[in-house]
């Protein structure tokens, strides 16, 4: 069985999710989660992982086009250290510059009429990066 991972757009607002393997290094879209008292929704989050069973996780490392952290690249890296305190899973970075802007392109009106899609094609965006890194 191909290894099975779980990719991440964190935000201060929702957190866009991605599934990918990688054998294909291709990733598909799943969801966006919104937050709970301005937390990630660990419960959903703990579904996600038990109904996909991954072997690692990506989480989406905020950069400016400069090479500097972006303002949101502390948030990003705690909830990365908090899905591996959680989940005992193997959690990865991956620099996602450009992946919400590139998720706005790829989508096109489709984004206009539902903009949630977007995270979680930029969660997508992140993970296939990883996965062909």
């Avoid at 660990?42 to 069973?53: G, H, P």
């Amino acid at each position: 069985m191909a290894d099975v991972l779980l990719g991440f757009d964190y935000g201060t607002h929702k957190i866009g999710v991605a599934v990918g393997q990688a054998l294909t290094g291709t990733a598909t879209p799943l969801e966006t989660l919104g937050m709970v008292n301005r937390r990630p929704d660990w419960d959903k989050i703990a579904r996600l992982l038990a109904e996909w069973r991954p072997t690692a996780l990506v989480v989406g490392h905020p950069f400016e086009m400069g090479d500097g952290e972006a303002d949101n690249a502390a948030g990003a890296k705690r909830f990365a250290r908090q899905l591996h305190g959680r989940f005992r899973l193997p959690v990865h970075l991956a620099d996602e510059r450009l992946t919400s802007r590139e998720a706005w392109s790829q989508l096109g009106r489709e984004a206009g009429k539902d903009p949630t899609r977007v995270d979680a094609f930029a969660a997508k965006l992140i993970l296939e990066t990883w996965l062909n890194d």
